[in-house]
């Protein structure tokens, strides 16, 4: 069964998780366990985690399979989480308080961060032509 043949559309009925046997490859397996142990402890039961955790772990690989993927740790990965709820957070107006909220240093920095995460965004709906496949 491909990765495609399992993923959901969002009107599709839950399909079991993938079949008995199915081996995955060990980052992904990896994978698929630490997403369903931080699903369990926000609560959710662990066989609906397991499934969750599958999905997940199907369409990072469908967006980023065959290449290498930097994961970022430390330090790097807290701003960068922090960026990205800046971005979310954002209504259009609000500089000054994800200023206070995110304790950034000016408006001005906030702005550039939503500027960043917004060209982030956009290439994900909308990749770049000139990139390889």
């Excluded at 009107?11 to 046997?21: H, V, Y």
Aim: glycine share 6%; aromatic share 6%.
């Amino acid at each position: 069964m491909s990765a495609k043949e399992f993923m959901l559309e969002p009107d599709e009925p839950e399909r079991e998780p993938l079949p008995q046997g199915v081996e995955w490859p060990k980052t992904l397996a990896l994978y698929v366990d630490t997403i369903t142990a931080a699903l369990a402890r926000a609560g959710i039961d662990m066989d609906r985690a397991a499934l969750l955790a599958e999905r997940c772990t199907l369409e990072l690989a469908l967006a980023q399979g065959g290449g290498n993927v930097y994961l970022p740790i430390g330090e790097k990965l807290r701003i960068a989480a922090r960026n990205r709820r800046i971005y979310l957070d954002w209504r259009g107006n609000n500089y000054a308080e994800l200023m206070t909220k995110y304790r950034i240093g000016t408006e001005r920095r906030v702005q550039q961060i939503i500027a960043e995460q917004a060209a982030i965004q956009q290439r994900l709906v909308q990749p770049d032509i000139f990139d390889a496949p």
